[in-house]
């Protein structure tokens, strides 16, 4: 079969796949699921790639993800595609007739749950892919690995990230894998759209928990105890200036938010301590070790000062995203034919972060956005991925399962 005629087959069967796609993705979206509580979402997703040819899957992986393998015809290298499967503690407010009303616990306390990330339609992307390529496997020169990864959107505490586990427990081994792609639907361009980037796309992300122990006292008398309230106000100032007077900024962005800050449960009495959590994310590697470095050193002479004494936690850690230079450079054509060159967008690299890193720090990743902002509405009026009011255009599915089907056959041919 000639390169156009494998294209054309892809449209075709893309587009003879799109009513059923919809269904997929509006199931997704009407049950949405929180980090490892993914039981059924995973389960759905079994029933499809089950009845796949040519697919085999290992089930579970990271508590509720999934690893399908899909085996070409032909012998080639292996790539990988990540598809994250969790949602978030929002209430929707889209007014969709499929909107969610799930309900659930999150850290002891009960919430609404909904897809306001997008996740449902980078999976239904992502089993539509699973779903073409496997009826065309007679063409594949190699292996291709999908990975359903949960609990992107941040583990329970004390527990690692979805990315990190699936690393751990082998997806990337068994068969090797040279590749990875990690796509996600973005409401700041239209379906057809994609933003793509080479280098660093999303900062590295330290999440940091500082307590300070002083001296309980009357509010009356402040001399007679240690005040860690004034030591943590003193050390959240101060922390602003690692930003301003400390780190590189030119090698790239860095940003310290406190979350929260409390302490004490009555206005006259200093209690005798106080915690804060706060996140560090950097653009810089050298710069995110100055950051952890100084940020301690800091709360612990600050509260020094205040006659109190600092603990600080390190939680959750995301590393830096960088998108392999060699692959960008081998899949841009790819981008642009899919999309026409005038719908592909390049972005500024991004305070957020996306546990993708930890699968693209361990082999070749490219990691893109494709457009889902509504097409009847302006921009500047399309609420952004995490709002409540979040919406996913379904035109879109159809654009990402076909960029998503052409990148991993051509990545498979010249890799």
């Known amino acids: ?15 003879d796949f799109a009513s059923s796609q919809i269904q997929i993705f509006r199931w997704l979206h009407q049950h949405p699921e929180l980090a490892y509580q993914e039981f059924e979402t995973s389960r759905y997703i079994l029933e499809h790639l089950e009845a796949l040819p040519g697919v085999e899957v290992i089930s579970p992986i990271a508590k509720t993800g999934i690893k399908a393998v899909l085996q070409g ?5 292996t790539v990988a595609i990540r598809a994250d499967i969790d949602a978030l503690p929002v209430r929707e407010e889209t007014g969709l007739e499929y909107a969610s009303n799930v309900k659930t616990d999150y850290n002891g306390l009960e919430t609404y749950v909904a897809h306001a990330c997008g996740h449902d339609a980078s999976t239904a992307a992502a089993i539509g892919t699973a779903t073409i390529l496997s009826q065309l496997r007679s063409e594949l020169p190699g292996k291709v690995v999908f990975l359903f990864q949960p609990a992107e959107e941040g583990a329970p505490t004390g527990t690692d990230g979805g990315a990190l586990r699936m690393v751990e427990e082998g997806a990337l081994k068994d068969p090797e894998v040279q590749a990875i792609f990690g796509f996600h639907a973005n409401s700041t361009c239209y379906p057809g759209q994609v933003m793509i980037r080479e280098g660093p796309t999303h900062a590295s992300q330290d999440s940091i928990f500082i307590r300070i122990w002083g001296e309980q006292a009357h509010g009356s008398q402040p001399w007679s105890g240690k005040d860690p309230i004034v030591a943590g106000a003193s050390l959240i100032n101060s922390l602003q200036t690692l930003i301003s007077r ?8 860095a940003v310290i938010t406190v979350g929260y800050f409390w302490g004490g449960i009555k ?14 994310r950097s653009l810089d590697k050298d710069n995110r070790e100055i950051l952890i ?10 509260a020094e000062m205040h006659g109190c004494q600092a603990e600080v936690i ?14 960008y450079d081998a899949m841009l054509p790819t981008v642009e034919r899919v999309a026409q060159a005038k719908n592909v967008l390049y972005y500024l690299a991004s305070t957020k972060s996306e546990d993708f890193s930890y699968f693209s720090r361990e082999i070749p990743g490219l990691y893109m956005y494709y457009g889902a902002a509504p097409s009847d509405r302006p921009l500047s009026e399309v609420k952004p991925n995490h ?3 979040f919406r996913v255009d379904e035109k879109s599915l ?9 990148l991993i056959y051509d990545s498979l041919r010249i890799l």
């Open 314 to 327: 390190f939680g959750q850690h995301y590393p830096l995203n960088v998108n392999n230079l060699a692959l």
């Open 387 to 389: 709002h409540p009011e």
């Open 398 to 406: 159809n654009f990402a399962t076909r960029l998503e089907c052409n």
């Open 246 to 253: 400390e780190v590189d900024l030119q090698k790239g962005a």
């Open 1 to 15: 079969m000639t390169l156009e005629a494998f294209y054309k087959c892809i449209d075709e069967l893309v587009s």
């Open 73 to 77: 015809e032909k012998p080639g290298p």
């Open 267 to 280: 206005v006259n009495i200093i209690p005798e301590g106080a915690e804060m959590g706060l996140t560090a």
């Open 293 to 302: 470095t100084r940020i301690k050193e800091l709360a612990e002479m600050k």
